[in-house]
């Protein structure tokens, strides 16, 4: 059967391909034998058609936004004509959110379109061509389609076709290709749009981990956490960051809409794809929204499809459902004392490190916006995403929880609406499954994804395990060294916690200690570690508190040269440690350890450790006789002592270290635990004794003194 087409509209597709034949003409001028020729102005049925392309596409504008994305370049100048020789009116990148405003055709037969642009705060007005920007508005694509207005698309997909290169695809690193190469095969009319970070990855992921900016919920393994942020929240590792912060990690069916704009499309978003999705949750349309006589997912579509809103209905009713879950928080109950009928579906404001905090935070934020009942709480918060968020660059729900977007409005790192980690994720796939029940995963789809710079070659691992050891230390304590097992190490401070990486799971106990303004330590503070589900424990032992203490040294003023080290521990503690235990632990051995201090760089300074020497202070000797030396008792605490003697005149000068050790044991399981580090040398006790004052001139301790620095030189 012969299709048959009126007068009017055999005359509408003459002129449309008469005006396409002159665009191929024009591409085929260019670029015969490589020589470039100036073409003439339009002629006056080309511009009565390029003119009634335009009216038309007034009449979509005025009716609702229409954005695109900048791509297929690094940056792209605004242009303040439809030429390229016209002046630069502002730069966009790739990844650049537009508004579309017009359409002009220059005398090359280029198709441009003039848009609004909103880059770092401020806006641009101007003119980019056609072919750098992805539009997935379907109003828009029909109108192009009508007027012939994007010839180099159809040009692009036919080489595309015949090659199997994707232009988009290949604007992006290697490593990212064969994911998106896969989507494409099995998407065709998905686009997907580098965005430059200009970012470094690995300082992109340190400024995610401070400030509880990230978090995991509390089902996620142990080595997945670092430290309990709120009841049900803990501040995130880095691995398990890197995970949800590589892009290359959601290049996936089941996650790619993370990426997606997040703007209106009438032809999809529809009002019974949003009931559908809705069945099965406490939004389903058995009842009615409280406070209301609609259903949820009504209100979800009226608006989100709202003139001048433009929020995507299936964003704003996963984003609730992954706020609110079950829907049982009293953040949207409308009956929490004193917010009676106040409703935050969005948790918007809802922050605070209890649980009462967050709810009187986001009710106090739902009182203040008069977001009384659920529609009023729906609207104001796709009116804060629409406002504050999509339209000011955070229009992904990537870009919603990792603000990496230098153009956005507000700086890198902030503004970040959701603390959870997994959040956008989790909702790309409910918006996936919102456009597979409605039939339109096969939409002419965008999506913008991020570029890292220095990103590992390959996609960051879901962590199975962690070494690392997280750590609160108590104010007063130099937090600049924890040491873990004797050994000293630098760790990295996030969300007012120490984060210490070992080689192992084998540590047993970590320790950082107090100083006076001299620098001489003063006390100890204890915590003992297990490792356990492939990661770190780490318990803090308050009781343990100043458990091994320095006191100081002391020099011999008569018969053999030697230096005193005095370690302390309470007579109480020792007691309880005697007798029963503390925390289920037992004395079993104290002690010191002395080293060459010049040996510390290279030797770790512990029990058992090569050339150290270590003294028995209480416990078992080596021929089976018990030890328990105190050399005085001062204050509640034992004294114990190590004395070095006997060392030539040549090693006066040298500095020795020492640090008392202590051993406990817990259900069969030993565990040193080691107190500060101290080094002198029997030169410097000597001057420091004889600049005292301590004895008189002459007299037989001041004149052993003298010796001993004389007999050093």
């Not at 902030?414 to 995963?441: C, D, F, R, V, W």
């Not at 201090?597 to 290279?602: G, K, L, T, V």
Request: glycine letters at 8%; proline letters at 4%.
């Amino acid at each position: 059967m012969k299709n048959t087409y009126s007068k009017k509209e055999l005359s509408f597709m003459k002129r449309k391909l008469a005006f396409l034949g002159a665009i191929l003409l024009v591409a085929f001028i260019f670029t015969y034998e490589g020589n470039t020729y100036r073409t003439h102005a339009l002629d006056e049925e080309d511009q009565a058609w390029i003119d009634e392309a335009g009216e038309a596409l007034q009449k979509i504008v005025e009716e609702r936004e229409v954005m695109a994305l900048v791509y297929l370049c690094d940056e792209l100048p605004i242009r303040s004509e439809a030429d390229n020789s016209s002046a630069i009116a502002g730069t966009a990148a790739s990844g650049q959110m537009v508004e579309i405003l017009d359409v002009a055709v220059d005398e090359d037969y280029q198709v441009w379109e003039k848009v609004s642009a909103e880059i770092s705060g401020k806006t641009y007005v101007g003119y980019i061509p056609r072919d750098h920007l992805a539009c997935s508005d379907e109003r828009f694509l029909e109108w192009e389609e009508l007027y012939g207005m994007n010839p180099g698309a159809e040009m692009m997909l036919a080489e595309e076709n015949a090659t199997g290169v994707y232009a988009d695809i290949e604007e992006f690193p290697e490593s990212y290709r064969p994911a998106l190469q896969a989507l494409k095969q099995q998407h065709p009319n998905w686009t997907f749009v580098r965005q430059n970070t200009g970012l470094d990855f690995q300082t992109a992921v340190n400024n995610e981990l401070q400030g509880g900016k990230s978090l995991v919920y509390k089902s996620y393994g142990d080595y997945c956490k670092e430290g309990q942020h709120s009841p049900n929240w803990y501040f995130a590792s880095e691995d398990v960051l890197k995970l949800y912060m590589d892009p290359r990690n959601a290049l996936q069916e089941n996650a790619i809409f993370q990426f997606e704009q997040l703007t209106y499309n009438e032809s999809y978003h529809t009002e019974e794809a949003v009931k559908n999705f809705l069945e099965g949750t406490f939004m389903n349309s058995s009842q009615n929204a409280p406070g209301t006589d609609m259903k949820f997912y009504h209100i979800f579509w009226t608006i989100g499809a709202e003139e001048n809103r433009q929020v995507s209905p299936f964003h704003l009713a996963a984003r609730v459902l992954q706020e609110q879950g079950q829907g049982t928080s009293p953040l949207i109950s409308g009956t929490y004392p004193g917010y009676e009928g106040y409703y935050n579906y969005f948790n918007v404001g809802a922050s605070g490190s209890t649980n009462e905090q967050v709810i009187i935070n986001g009710l106090n934020y739902a009182k203040n916006n008069n977001w009384k009942g659920t529609y009023y709480s729906i609207l104001g918060g796709a009116e804060v995403i629409s406002a504050n968020y999509i339209r000011k660059g955070q229009d992904t729900l990537y870009l919603q929880k990792f603000n990496v977007s230098p153009t956005a409005s507000n700086p890198i790192y902030t503004h970040q609406y959701m603390q959870n980690i997994s959040a956008p994720t989790t909702e790309a796939l409910s918006i996936k499954k919102l456009y597979e029940s409605a039939g339109a995963l096969e939409n002419t789809f965008v999506f913008k994804i991020p570029v890292y710079e220095n990103i590992p070659a390959s996609p960051c691992p879901m962590p199975t395990s962690s070494t690392n050891v997280v750590l609160q230390v108590p104010s007063g304590y130099d937090a600049a060294a924890i040491y873990v097992d004797g050994v000293a190490y630098t760790p990295q401070v996030r969300n007012n916690r120490r984060i210490v990486t070992l080689p192992d799971g084998n540590a047993q106990a970590a320790v950082v200690y107090r100083y006076n303004a001299n620098g001489a330590p003063i006390g100890m503070y204890v915590w003992t570690m297990e490792y356990r589900n492939n990661a770190y424990v780490a318990t803090e032992q308050p009781e343990l508190t100043d458990l091994l203490t320095y006191h100081g040294f002391s020099i011999r003023i008569t018969g053999k040269a030697g230096i005193r080290f005095k370690t302390g521990i309470s007579t109480d503690l020792r007691a309880r440690l005697l007798n029963g235990g503390v925390n289920g632990y037992s004395l079993k051995e104290y002690g010191t350890l002395v080293m060459n201090n010049a040996n510390r760089a290279s030797y770790p300074m512990i029990k058992g450790g090569e050339k150290v020497i270590s003294g028995l202070a209480y416990g078992t000797n080596a021929d089976g006789s018990h030890q328990d030396s105190i050399y005085e008792t001062v204050s509640g605490r034992y004294r114990y002592t190590s004395v070095l003697v006997g060392l030539p005149s040549s090693q006066y000068k040298v500095e020795y270290a020492f640090r008392g050790y202590i051993i406990l044991n817990k259900d069969g399981r030993d565990i040193t635990i080691y107190g500060p580090v101290q080094a002198r040398s029997i030169y410097a006790l000597a001057e420091m004794v004889l600049n005292m004052g301590t004895y008189q001139p002459g007299s037989a301790a001041d004149t052993f003194l003298r010796k001993l620095i004389s007999d050093a030189q």
